[in-house]
C-alpha cells in the first residue's frame, strides 16, 4: 500500500445538536477529545499530513488539535458552509503555494470517536487495490434516520442522499454514509468546484462528490464496516454518552484480557492513556482518568477518582479523590482522602481518613492517619502526624513550606506555622502550636499549664445535669477519703495517678502532651 497523500479531519461545524457553547467537537469521552480520537485514528493510516479543518470557535479547535500533533496542518475554512466546503478548504492549505495534492486523500468526520485506525488502513487498502476514484465507508444501521443515505443502482453507488433531502423510499434505506471516505485527490479536486449548494441546507455537501463521479463514469465503491459502533456519530449529548459507555464498555473488557481484575464493569471507568499492570484490582464506582498508571497487586476503590496519578505495586487507595499524586508501594491511602496536586507518598506510608494533602513529600513508611490538612511540604521517612494537624501554610499574602525530619513523633492537633523545621526524631506534644523551628530530638510543646478551677461546676450551674453529675462524684469521693489508705482525694488538681512512662517528667505538661501518642489512642 502507497503512503497515502493525507488525512483530512472536519471539525469547522458548531455542532448545533450538542446546544452547548462547547464546540461538539471538543467534548471528551474516554479522555480524549472527540477530535483527539479523529486524531489519533487517522495518524494510524501513515499519511504524509494530517490536515484538520476549523472555522467555529477556530482557536480553541485548532489548539486542542495541535495538543495531540504539533505537527499537523490547521486549515480555515471560510464563511462557505458544508464538509464540501471544508474538503476544499483542507486541499487548498494542503498544497500550499505549491502542487495540488496528488494521491489517495482520506476524509472522516471529528465526531465519530470510536472509528477504528485498522478500519481506515483497510479502507485505504481497498480504494488501492481497487483502483476506485472514490471509495465511501458505510454501515448498515438498524436505524439510519440523520444520515446521509447511500443510494445504489444495479448494486453501485450512484449516490448520497442527505437524510433531510430524501424522499421517503430513499429514508427507508439502511445502509449509511459514515463521513469517512478515501478519494482520488485529482478527482476531489475536479469534482468539488462542481458542487453546488442547492438543498435543504444551503450547504456545499461533500457527498455530492459521489453523484457527480459517477455521472462522469468514475469507479465509486463502498467498504461496508462490520461494527456499526465505530461510525456512530455523536451529534448531541444523547448520543454523545452513548459512545462513551461503548468505548469505556471495550477499554475495561481490553484490561480484564490483560489481567485486571474489574469488580463491577458497568460502573468502573476508564480512560485510553491509563496503564494498569496485570493483578490490578478495580473495586466498584472507580474512576480512572487521564494518564494514570497502577502496578500490579494495588486495589483501587470502591468510589475512587484517580486523574493523572501513579500507584504502585500493593497499594490499596480506598474512597479517594487525587489529581497528580503519586502513592508509593505499599502505600494505603483512605478512604476519605484527598490528594491534591504534587501529592508524593513513600513507599508504606498512609494517608487516612479525612486528610487533605497538596504539595507535599512524604518518605517511606510515614503516616497521616486523620483529620489533618498537610499543604506545601516536604516530611521524612517514618515519621507519625497526630490527629487533627494543620500545615498552616498561607500568611494571607503568601504560601510557605514545612520541613519535617524523619522518625518523628508528631503530636495531635498540631499547628505547623510555615515556614517552620522540624528536626529529626523530634517529638511534639498535643496541641502544640509549632511557630519555631525544633532542633533534633527535641519535644516541642507550648508551656501554658492547665488549671482547673475545682468546684465551678455546682456554684455557677447549679441544677444543671452536669452539676447533679459532679455532686454525686463528689459524694462518692469523700465518702472515700473518709476511709483511710486510699489513693483518692490527694487535691493535687489532677485526678487520677499518670501512667506517662518514659515522659520526662520534668517537661511542663510534658504528661498530658504526649500521653496519647505513648499509650496508642492515637496512631
Ligand atoms: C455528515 C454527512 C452524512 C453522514 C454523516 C455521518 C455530509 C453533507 N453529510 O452529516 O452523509 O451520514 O456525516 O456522520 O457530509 N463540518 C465542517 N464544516 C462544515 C460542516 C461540517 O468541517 O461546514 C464538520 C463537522 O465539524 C463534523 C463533520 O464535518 O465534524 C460532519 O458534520 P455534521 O454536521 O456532523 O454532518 P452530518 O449532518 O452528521
Ligand atoms: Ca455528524
Not at 253 to 277: K, S
Not at 282 to 298: F, K, M, S, Y
Request: net charge negative.
Amino acid at each position: 500500500m502507497d503512503r497515502p497523500a493525507a488525512v483530512v479531519i472536519l471539525a469547522a461545524g458548531a455542532g448545533t445538536r450538542m446546544k452547548s457553547k462547547t464546540p461538539k467537537v471538543l467534548n471528551a469521552i474516554s479522555g480524549r477529545s472527540l477530535l483527539g480520537h479523529a486524531i489519533t485514528a487517522g495518524s494510524r493510516v501513515g499519511a504524509g499530513r494530517i490536515c484538520v479543518v476549523v472555522r467555529h470557535e477556530r482557536d480553541s479547535v485548532a489548539a486542542d488539535a495541535l495538543s495531540y500533533d504539533p505537527d499537523l496542518l490547521i486549515a480555515d475554512q471560510d464563511e462557505v458552509p458544508g464538509t464540501g466546503r471544508a474538503v476544499h478548504c483542507a486541499l487548498e492549505a494542503l498544497a500550499g503555494h505549491g502542487d495540488p495534492v496528488d494521491g489517495t486523500v482520506v476524509v472522516t468526520a471529528a465526531d465519530t470517536p470510536l472509528l477504528d485506525g485498522g478500519t481506515l488502513r483497510e479502507l485505504v487498502r481497498t480504494h488501492e487495490e481497487s483502483g476506485n476514484a472514490m471509495t465511501i465507508l458505510t454501515a448498515l444501521m438498524e436505524e439510519p434516520a440523520g444520515y446521509g443515505r447511500v443510494v445504489r443502482s444495479e448494486g453501485r453507488v450512484t449516490k448520497i442522499v442527505e437524510d433531510r433531502d430524501a424522499s421517503t423510499e430513499e429514508r427507508a434505506i439502511r445502509e449509511i454514509n459514515t463521513g469517512v471516505y478515501a478519494f482520488d485527490g485529482a478527482l476531489l479536486r475536479e469534482t468539488l468546484s462542481r458542487v453546488g449548494q442547492t438543498n435543504s441546507q444551503g450547504e456545499v455537501y461533500l457527498t455530492d462528490v459521489v453523484g457527480i463521479a459517477h455521472i462522469s463514469g468514475r469507479r465509486v465503491a463502498a467498504v461496508v464496516a462490520d461494527d456499526p459502533w465505530e461510525v456512530e456519530g455523536a451529534n448531541d449529548k444523547v448520543q454523545l454518552a452513548h459512545l462513551a459507555k461503548e468505548m469505556n464498555r471495550r477499554i475495561v473488557e481490553d484490561w480484564m484480557r490483560e489481567g485486571v481484575t474489574v469488580i463491577d464493569p458497568d460502573t468502573t471507568w476508564i480512560d485510553v492513556d491509563v496503564e494498569l499492570a496485570p493483578d490490578v484490582t478495580i473495586l466498584p464506582n472507580t474512576q480512572l482518568q487521564g494518564a494514570c498508571r497502577v502496578e500490579e497487586d494495588a486495589v483501587i476503590g470502591p468510589d475512587t477518582t484517580l486523574t493523572d496519578c501513579e500507584v504502585g505495586a500493593g497499594a490499596q487507595v480506598v474512597r479517594t479523590h487525587g489529581l497528580l499524586a503519586v502513592i508509593g508501594a505499599g502505600a494505603q491511602v483512605g478512604p476519605f482522602s484527598y490528594l491534591r496536586p504534587g501529592t508524593e507518598l513513600g513507599a508504606n506510608g498512609k494517608i487516612g481518613t479525612f486528610v487533605e494533602t497538596k504539595n507535599a513529600t512524604m518518605g517511606e513508611g510515614t503516616k497521616i492517619p486523620h483529620l489533618s490538612y498537610v499543604g506545601d511540604a516536604t516530611i521524612g521517612e517514618h515519621t507519625n502526624i497526630g490527629a487533627a494537624s494543620v500545615f498552616v501554610n498561607y500568611d494571607g499574602v503568601t504560601k510557605h513550606r514545612t520541613i519535617v525530619g524523619s522518625h518523628c513523633r508528631m503530636g495531635s492537633d498540631n499547628m505547623y506555622v510555615a515556614p517552620v523545621t522540624i528536626g529529626d526524631g523530634a517529638y511534639s506534644g498535643a496541641g502544640t502550636t509549632l511557630r519555631r523551628d525544633v532542633p533534633p530530638g527535641a519535644l516541642a510543646i507550648n508551656p501554658a499549664s492547665q488549671r482547673n478551677v475545682e468546684g465551678w461546676v455546682e456554684a455557677k450551674r447549679p441544677g444543671t445535669a452536669a452539676a447533679e453529675a459532679a455532686a454525686r462524684a463528689r459524694e462518692v469521693l469523700e465518702a472515700r477519703e473518709a476511709i483511710p489508705g486510699t489513693d483518692y482525694g490527694a487535691g493535687d488538681g489532677r485526678g487520677a495517678p499518670n501512667e506517662t512512662s518514659g515522659t520526662p517528667a520534668d517537661a511542663p505538661g510534658a504528661s498530658s502532651a504526649v500521653g496519647n501518642e505513648e499509650k496508642g489512642a492515637i496512631e
